[in-house]
C-alpha cells in the first residue's frame, strides 16, 4: 500500500465540558510514557468548563515537545471512561476505522521513531510545539485491516498479561496498608531522627557513574540534571539498604522523595540529598520505606513543608516526624506483605516496558506481511 497521509484517517475532536458534568476526579493527564495519569495540577478554584472531554477510543495528545524530554505526551483512552484533559491539549479519534484500527495507530505512536519524528518537527520559539496540522501530515504505510487486526492481538495478549499483575497490586497495597493503619494505633512511636542516622560518604575518587535521582514513586531513577563536565565527586554514595532523601519541593508534589538502594551496586546522589543508613536492631530499613510510600504520609509532609518558593521539608522537621514501631518479628511479617507488592510492581514495570519496546516490532513486522 502506498504511503498516504495520517489526515486522511483522523478527526480532531473539540467537546467541551461547558455544563460542568464532569469534576476534578476525571481531570487526567497524558504521560511521555503514553499512559493516562493523574494530573499534577492544582485544580482547587479552578474552573473545568474549558476542559476537553477525552472520550473511550480516542487519543489525546500535549503539543508542546520541547520540555518534555524530546518525547510526546500521549495516551489512547481504552477505559469506558470519560476523562477531561486541559484545554491547550488536543483530542482526536480514529474516523475511518475500516482503514485503521485504533490500537494499531496507537502502537504506531508507541515507537521512538514517533517521538523523534514530532520532536524534529515541532516548531516555535520559547516553546516548541508539534500542530495539529504537522500530525495530519505523516506519512503512514498501512497494512490490511485484517493484518493490522493480527497484530493488534498480539499487542492487547501482551497488555492483559501484564495488566493481570497490575491488577493484584492494589489488593497487596491495601492489605499492608490496612496492617500499617493498626500498627499507628498501638505500636509505640518513635521519632525519625532516632531511628536513622546520617551518612556521608562521596564519590572521592570517581570510580561510580551511576547518577540517580528518586521520582514521585519514591524509587531511584537515572537522574534529569545534565551531568556533562560536572565534578562527580562531590557526589554522596548510596550503599545497598541505605536510604536517600531529598527534602526540596515536598510541597508542591505533595510528596517526600525517599527512596531505598536495594542493589549490590552502589549509586552516587546529589551532594543536596540525604543518606542515612538505620540505626541496628530497631527498625528495618524496608519497613522504614513502607511507612513512608503510604499516602498519609506524603500529606503529613506536605503540611510540615516550609512556606518558601520550593516548598521544602527541611531536615529538622523531618527528623521530628515520628513513626510506630513495632517489634522487629513484626516488621519482618509486614515486610514480606511489601516485599510481593514491590516484586509484583517490578515485574509490571519491566512487562510494561517489554510491551513498549515490542510495538516498533510489531509494526514492522505488519508491514514486512502486508509486503509494503
Not at 508507541?110 to 516555535?124: I, K, Q, V
Not at 510545539?129 to 493488534?152: A, G
Not at 532516632?194 to 562521596?202: G, S, T, V, W, Y
Not at 508534589?253 to 540529598?273: E, F, G, M, N
Request: some cysteine.
Amino acid at each position: 500500500m502506498a504511503l498516504t497521509k495520517l489526515g486522511s484517517y483522523i478527526e480532531q475532536l473539540d467537546a467541551r465540558n461547558a455544563d460542568d458534568t464532569f469534576g476534578a476526579d476525571a481531570v487526567v493527564g497524558l504521560s511521555t510514557q503514553k499512559q493516562i495519569i493523574k494530573t499534577k495540577a492544582d485544580l482547587n478554584g479552578v474552573k473545568l468548563t474549558s476542559y476537553k472531554l477525552f472520550p473511550p477510543t480516542t487519543f489525546a495528545y500535549v503539543p508542546d515537545t520541547s520540555r518534555r524530554g524530546d518525547k510526546m505526551s500521549l495516551a489512547f483512552n481504552r477505559t469506558g471512561e470519560i476523562y477531561l484533559v486541559s484545554s491547550i491539549s488536543i483530542v482526536f479519534k480514529v474516523s475511518h476505522p475500516e482503514s485503521i484500527v485504533p490500537d494499531y495507530l496507537f502502537m504506531y505512536f508507541n515507537r521512538p521513531e514517533f517521538d523523534r519524528y514530532a520532536r524534529f518537527n515541532s516548531w516555535g520559539s520559547a516553546r516548541e510545539t508539534f500542530s495539529w496540522d504537522e500530525m495530519c501530515d505523516i506519512d503512514i504505510d498501512l497494512p490490511p485491516i485484517e493484518i493490522q487486526q493480527k497484530y493488534v492481538d498480539v499487542y492487547n495478549a501482551m497488555l492483559a498479561n501484564q495488566q493481570s499483575y497490575e491488577h493484584g497490586l492494589e489488593d497487596l497495597k491495601i492489605a499492608f496498608d490496612s496492617i500499617l493503619d493498626k500498627e499507628k494505633h498501638k505500636a509505640h512511636r518513635i521519632a525519625v531522627g532516632e531511628l536513622l542516622k546520617e551518612i556521608d560518604n562521596r564519590n572521592d575518587d570517581g570510580t561510580i557513574e551511576d547518577v540517580e535521582g528518586i521520582n514521585i514513586t519514591k524509587q531511584f531513577m537515572p537522574t534529569v540534571a545534565n551531568t556533562t563536565n560536572i565534578n562527580l565527586n562531590r557526589y554522596k554514595v548510596v550503599q545497598k539498604n541505605q536510604i536517600a532523601y531529598s527534602g526540596m519541593q515536598t510541597g508542591r508534589d505533595k510528596c517526600i522523595r525517599i527512596a531505598l538502594q536495594t542493589s549490590d551496586k552502589p549509586i552516587i546522589v546529589s551532594p543536596a540529598y540525604t543518606v542515612f543508613e538505620v540505626k541496628k536492631d530497631r527498625v528495618l530499613p524496608e519497613f522504614i520505606m513502607m511507612w513512608f510510600s503510604r499516602a498519609e504520609s506524603d500529606r503529613r509532609g506536605w503540611f510540615m513543608s516550609d512556606s518558601s518558593v520550593r516548598s521544602n521539608l527541611d531536615l529538622d522537621r523531618f527528623y521530628e516526624t515520628e513513626i510506630p514501631v513495632p517489634p522487629i518479628d513484626e516488621q519482618r511479617a509486614i515486610v514480606d506483605i511489601y516485599q510481593a507488592y514491590l516484586d509484583r510492581r517490578s515485574i509490571s514495570d519491566r512487562l510494561k516496558e517489554r510491551i513498549k519496546n515490542m510495538c516498533p516490532i510489531l509494526i514492522k513486522g505488519s508491514l514486512e506481511e502486508a509486503g509494503v
